[in-house]
């Protein structure tokens, strides 16, 4: 079993529709917890960091932590074409290190 | 361009040769990481480096591959006898003391072994 779980999708949406997006995980020391977006044959690129449990909104994007479920979320609100993309869980133990990533779950945002 | 930075961006070998990837950090960054990503998964940590020193290394990361940063700038990852398997794109990425792990990806290099 994966540490990281992510359901590959994809996932498709029409646009201006909420985007949810999740990963479960099996080690309770993960403390750090990232949402990286990738775009075909591109390196990922940071949207989303947060430490412990809790929730934090950044424009459109919410993320959300909940280590007693060992369960984070992603939320996208007004979905535009533009983040069709495959998103990523990542997590870490240390606020530095080694990232420990989810499969990735392809979106389609349909206009 | 003040982004990590990649060469070659496509690299296709035949099985047996060798291959060197090249990595550029964000100037200050002192902190180097290399994964390897295959297709539908999430990237793969292999190693990593605080300035010149190489503190990590994934099981993943066999004999036939080898990473260096000489004077804690670019880094290089070579892969010696290239298998089939090899095949993927490698990614490398930067961060700096006290950045609560914000690491910056570079474009990748994609691997093709036939």
């Known amino acids: 079993q994966k540490e990281v779980e992510q359901d590959p999708g994809p996932l498709s949406v029409p646009e201006g529709a909420i985007v949810s997006l999740n990963c479960t995980y099996s080690n309770s020391a993960f403390q750090y917890f990232m949402w990286y977006r990738q775009y075909s044959r591109k390196g990922p690129e940071l949207l989303m960091y947060?430490?412990?449990?809790g929730n934090k909104e950044d424009g459109r994007f919410t993320a959300q932590v909940d280590k007693s479920s060992k369960y984070i979320s992603l939320f996208i609100r007004d979905s535009q074409p533009s983040d069709s993309a495959t998103y990523l869980c990542?997590?870490?133990?240390?606020?530095?290190?080694?990232?420990?990533f989810g499969a990735g779950t392809q979106v389609v945002v349909t206009p | 361009d003040t982004g990590v930075s990649q060469n070659p961006r496509h690299k296709i070998t035949k099985r047996g040769q060798n291959v060197t990837f090249r990595c550029d950090p964000i100037?200050?960054?002192?902190?180097l990481y290399w994964y390897r990503q295959t297709l539908g998964q999430g990237p793969e940590f292999l190693t990593y480096f605080q300035n010149e020193a190489q503190l990590e290394k994934s099981r993943l990361l066999s004999d036939r591959f080898s990473a260096e940063r000489p004077k804690g700038s670019f880094s290089t990852l070579e892969i010696q006898r290239t298998e089939q398997g090899d095949s993927a794109m490698y990614l490398c990425?930067?961060?700096?003391?006290?950045?609560?792990?914000?690491?910056?990806f570079g474009p990748g290099t994609r691997l093709t072994v036939l």
């Open positions: 100037s200050e960054h002192n902190r």
């Open positions: 947060t430490y412990s449990s």
């Open positions: 990542a997590m870490t133990i240390l606020s530095w290190g080694k990232l420990q």
């Open positions: 990425a930067t961060d700096e003391d006290g950045s609560y792990n914000e690491q910056f």
